[in-house]
């Protein structure tokens, strides 16, 4: 990821929970010297370790094949808006996009049911813990053929994150005015991204020099 230093964050607490907080994520691999990716909705565990994402994609789709022979990348997307040069006190400037972005790198173990019953188990647990834990009574009441049919449909993995790289691009190098003035322009707007990406940048705005 391309991180201008003004737009670097780098503190572990911050990026697990932006991760949490916008946990559907696009996973990367490369399979055969070709980039493939899935949108998949992920958990992110903390361990003694260190933190770990955890999920599951179809049988039937080949990019778990590609799991452990290099580094995959899960990409972690969160509010953005356009900003336009009218918003900044310099005639003679030009528009961008202000975003928050993380990149999470490991190689994904895979877990199946024959081989892994305990740890698809508790990876099906996890994410019904953390996506609709009202579910988990109704899961549990459904025939063991049908979930064992439903587990054997999917293969689980874990990916034990060996790096983190996040962009919080959020006008940081301009003035202290024009970071005021973008950041209440847009936490005004209607559309919700939009003013969620200007309630971002009132955080981050630091006090003027």
């Given at each position: ?43 992110v ?21 590609a ?96 790096r ?26 209607t ?19």
């Open positions: 990821m391309y991180r201008p230093t003004a737009f670097q964050a780098d503190d572990i607490d911050k990026l697990t929970a932006f991760m949490q907080a916008n946990s559907f994520a696009t996973l990367v691999s490369i399979a055969d010297g070709v980039p493939c990716a899935t949108h998949v909705p992920l958990v565990r903390q361990t003694a370790e260190g933190l770990k994402l955890v999920g599951h994609l179809a049988k039937q789709n080949p990019q778990w094949q799991f452990g022979a290099a580094e995959s990348l899960a990409i972690f997307t969160g509010p953005h808006a356009y900003i336009s040069p009218t918003l900044y006190e310099k005639h003679e400037s030009v528009p961008t996009w202000n975003y928050i972005a993380v990149h999470a790198y490991g190689k994904p173990q895979t877990l199946t049911l024959d081989e892994a019953p305990e740890s698809m188990e508790q990876m099906i647990d996890e994410m019904v813990g953390v996506y609709e834990a009202s579910y988990n009574a109704h899961w549990q009441s459904l025939s063991r053929e049908f979930r064992t049919g439903m587990m054997q449909g999917i293969v689980g993995f874990e990916m034990p994150i060996t983190l790289e996040s962009k919080y691009k959020l006008s940081q190098n301009r003035s202290h005015t024009e970071q005021q003035n973008v950041a209440d322009t847009l936490a005004q707007h559309d919700p991204t939009i003013h969620t990406i200007g309630i971002e940048m009132q955080r981050h705005i630091a006090p003027p020099q």
